[in-house]
Nanobody, 124 residues
């Protein structure tokens, strides 16, 4: 079983940038497809981005495409989410998740392990 811990959240003004990190322990991260999801108050959890085991395939929600970049460093057992041109509507708790299946997925139900999340607040 893999444990996931997110970091890097915080408060930023609109137009700013943040980089989130998701550190894995317990298992080799290269065994997992990884994803980022977010949940704003009063809203359902939504897919943000995902990356394949070797980093060769990425998938993004339309709302973040061109602004966010997901990447991974398997040697460091860490996945990143670089967020730029942030908007107030990006405010949410961001969680990383690990999926044992090979395919990159947008569906939260297909992810097996989850971190606790990190808060991102974007002010206008």
């Amino acid at each position: 079983q893999v444990q996931l811990v997110e970091s890097g959240g915080g408060s930023v003004q609109a137009g700013g940038s943040l980089r989130l990190s998701c550190a894995a322990s317990g298992r080799d991260l290269s065994r997992y497809t990884m994803g980022w999801f977010r949940q704003a108050p009063g809203k359902e959890r939504e897919f943000v981005a995902a990356v394949s085991r070797n980093g060769g395939t990425t998938l993004y929600a339309d709302s973040v495409k061109g602004r966010f970049t997901i990447s991974r460093d398997n040697a460091k057992n860490t996945v990143y989410l670089q967020m730029s041109s942030l908007k107030p509507e990006d405010t949410a708790v961001y969680s990383c998740a690990a999926e044992v299946r090979l395919f990159v997925s947008r569906r939260a139900s297909e992810y097996d392990y989850w971190g606790q999340g990190t808060q991102v607040t974007v002010s206008s």
